[in-house]
């Protein structure tokens, strides 16, 4: 098999998104295909009701986006949560949570609360995501710094691919707080969901074909949403997302490793 | 739980281990065969804490490239380290070579990557500013790609690449990922393992969780009393089977994995998530449990973690099944505790070399378990490893011998 580029394929049953200005797959995709105007405004996170309480009150806005996200996706695919397989991909978790930590550390006698040295592991969404919705299948939690969307996406395709299993595929990143802030200024939460299957139903909203290879990644026309794009990695998927909201064949390039990019052909099907 | 699909077989083209016991293969083997372990007393930074750790001596002086200095950490460090053993590095770019650099990927996995960077620049914030001081880097150490960014740099490779970072599983999953990327056919060869190194966030933040042993951690025994923490570094080349392989060659044949959905913190008591990961590695490696001749235990040596998972192999396993924890020797080694061990299999695997659980006196009996308190010399030829982590998530890899 060795030298040529290959192609994964899957069809998207559902979406789920939330970010500045974006509240849901069905009221954003008019602002991403330009239908109706974008702007920018603090995003809003829906309360992780489906919690037990004791573990509600212990989560960070990492973990309510993306159980949110990810409900989003599976509630639009019509699937059970419980029933997928999923992938958890963020670039760098819970930045306030870590600069808490950090911050006790520098004591003469450090004292870290247990909940939140658990919720400083990389995999606390997948962890609260799989004890909210009670799957038992398999969770990745993946990270890629800048290219952690494009990384879950890969992972993502190759479990539909191979596994020939439906997935649930959460992107997400939050703002870090100063000092950190300063070398990772992500400036808002903003996290994208997909459910993905190895079949095409009457759900199936596109069809995505999957490569590595292209020089650069897409950018965004709109210079609001380009700036949200550059700035949140997880938002790196716009060029995809605004393809979908306009239900036409296209080609996208997303921006993936040095040098290197995903580019996915998509084929609308509703 | 979906049964897996089986899977091919991989060949681990090479593998490397160095930890606490020592740096490479050689050295871990004659250490397993002299019972030797490498916990002492916790020395590390200025932490003072009543328990052991297993430091690996000598990553202080490991100097990295000068072109990727912003890398360097504590964690890239240990990494470097580690690739340069068993002439690993060597062999990964040989298969670069053969397969193209594009085509051989990067898998590793890491709990906490390089924040001992970030947690020492915390002490040294501007006075006036608040700030972080200019020689921080945090895309190149604290980020937890900055791993698997360093080692594919230091490599010279250009495949895909991704830091699976799920706590004290993390460096098993990299088997699963990097084997659906061969298999999808968008590889032809990956680089798999976990580095994690000691810094102040694990060891205080276990001991909050009241989960660090005082003593070197005693797993499976009746007065085990938690963990020790530990560094390590381990890799494997992953390729697929060649027509003829060497008697000795060490093959991938199953991996599995599930989720608790239970607890962040504490296993499912009856070990069900544990019992679904072994169940699911054993159907995607097409074997039944009795094919398996030797398990090596996630055995932390935590009272919850060896209860719950001696439940799940008992409720899977014939009781003779030898089984033992190889961290009385290694410690744990959290995020890179998966390949540590994947590691010691295939160690044991070539040298039908089953090792004992060193510090243990007296293994629990209400845990029913054979567990090995002497080496074992007998023919294996598959093993099982487990790995769970914190957020309860579990991974179990099948090894095997190829002849």
Redesign the interface.
């Known amino acids: 098999m060795g030298g040529q580029a290959l192609t994964l394929r899957a069809s998207i049953e559902g979406i789920g998104l939330i970010g500045p200005g974006l509240d849901g797959w069905s009221l954003s995709s008019g602002l991403l295909a330009g239908t109706s105007p974008y702007a920018s405004r603090p995003t809003v996170l829906p309360a992780p009701d489906l919690l037990p309480p004791a573990e509600r009150r212990r989560v960070g806005r990492v973990v309510k986006l993306a159980l949110a996200t990810g409900l989003q996706a599976t509630g639009s695919a019509g699937v059970d949560a419980a029933e997928l397989p999923a992938v958890f991909a963020s670039s760098g978790g819970d930045g306030h949570n870590c600069h808490e930590i950090c911050v006790a550390l520098t004591e003469s006698t450090p004292q870290i609360s247990p909940t939140r040295f658990h919720n400083s592991v990389h995999n606390a969404a997948a962890g609260y995501w799989s004890i909210a919705t009670g799957a038992k299948e398999p969770s990745n939690a993946l990270c890629a710094h800048d290219a952690s969307f494009s990384a879950g996406l890969l992972e993502a395709m190759a479990q539909v691919v191979v596994d020939q299993t439906q997935v649930l595929l959460v992107a997400y990143d939050a703002q870090y707080p100063p000092p950190l802030y300063q070398c990772r200024p992500i400036p808002d939460a903003f996290g994208v969901a997909f459910v993905l299957s190895p079949n095409a139903g009457v759900r199936t909203i596109a069809q995505v074909a999957v490569s590595i290879g292209g020089e650069a990644g897409d950018r965004m026309m709109d210079a609001v949403l380009e700036a949200l794009r550059a700035s949140i990695p997880a938002a790196r998927c716009l060029p995809l997302l605004q393809k979908l909201a306009c239900r036409e064949n296209a080609c996208v390039h997303l921006d993936y490793l040095d040098r290197q990019c995903l580019t996915v052909e998509v084929t609308p099907c509703r | 739980?979906?049964s897996?699909?089986p899977m091919k077989p991989l060949l681990l083209a090479s593998f490397t281990a160095t930890s606490c016991v020592g740096r490479g293969t050689q050295a871990t083997l004659d250490a397993l065969r002299a019972r030797r372990g490498g916990l002492a007393r916790c020395t590390f930074a200025d932490v003072?804490l009543e328990t052991c750790t297993g430091e690996v001596s000598g990553v202080d002086g490991e100097a990295l490239p000068a072109a990727l200095r912003d890398f360097d950490c504590r964690n890239n460090r240990l990494a470097q380290l580690g690739l340069h053993q068993d002439g690993f590095a060597s062999a990964v770019q040989e298969s670069a070579g053969r397969?193209?650099p594009?085509?051989v990927g990067v898998f590793l996995g890491t709990?906490t990557s390089g924040?001992l960077q970030?947690?020492m620049a915390?002490?040294r914030?501007d006075p006036i500013s608040?700030?972080?001081p200019a020689d921080?880097?945090?895309?190149q150490t604290q980020?937890?790609?900055?791993l698997?960014?360093f080692a594919r740099r230091a490599l010279g490779l250009?495949g895909?690449?991704?830091?699976?970072?799920?706590?004290c599983s993390s460096s098993a999953?990299v088997f699963?990922?990097a084997r659906?990327?061969i298999?999808?056919?968008?590889i032809?060869a990956a680089v798999v393992g976990g580095v994690d190194s000691l810094c102040?966030?694990t060891l205080?933040?276990?001991h909050?969780?009241q989960l660090t042993a005082r003593g070197p951690c005693r797993p499976f025994d009746v007065a085990r009393d938690g963990i020790s923490i530990s560094e390590a570094a381990a890799f494997a080349l992953l390729e697929r089977c060649p027509d003829s392989l060497d008697a000795e060659a060490i093959l991938l044949l199953g991996v599995g994995?599930?989720?608790?959905?239970?607890?962040?913190?504490s296993p499912q008591p009856e070990g069900?998530?544990a019992r679904?990961a072994m169940a699911?590695a054993l159907h995607s490696a097409g074997l039944q449990a009795q094919d398996i001749d030797y398990i090596n235990l996630h055995g932390t040596g935590t009272m919850s973690n060896d209860s719950a998972e001696s439940r799940a192999v008992a409720s899977l396993f014939d009781a003779t099944v030898p089984c033992s924890s190889t961290k009385g020797a290694t410690g744990h080694a959290l995020g890179a505790a998966g390949a540590l061990e994947a590691v010691i299999c295939a160690i044991a695997l070539q040298q039908d070399l089953a090792p004992a659980g060193i510090n243990t006196k007296e293994p629990d009996p209400s845990l029913g378990l054979r567990y090995l308190l002497e080496n074992r010399t007998a023919r294996i030829a598959r093993a099982l490893s487990n790995s769970f982590?914190?957020?309860?998530?579990n991974c179990s890899l099948v090894l095997g011998r190829a002849d």
């Open positions: 739980m979906k897996p699909l003072r397969w193209g594009r085509r709990s924040i970030t947690e915390y002490r914030l608040g700030e972080l921080f880097h945090y895309a980020n937890s790609f900055s698997a960014d250009a895909p690449a991704v830091v699976v970072s799920s706590a999953k699963g990922s659906r990327m298999e999808a056919g968008l032809d102040l966030t205080y933040g276990f909050s969780l994995e599930s989720s608790d959905a239970y607890h962040m913190s069900l998530g679904a699911a982590g914190f957020g309860g998530t």
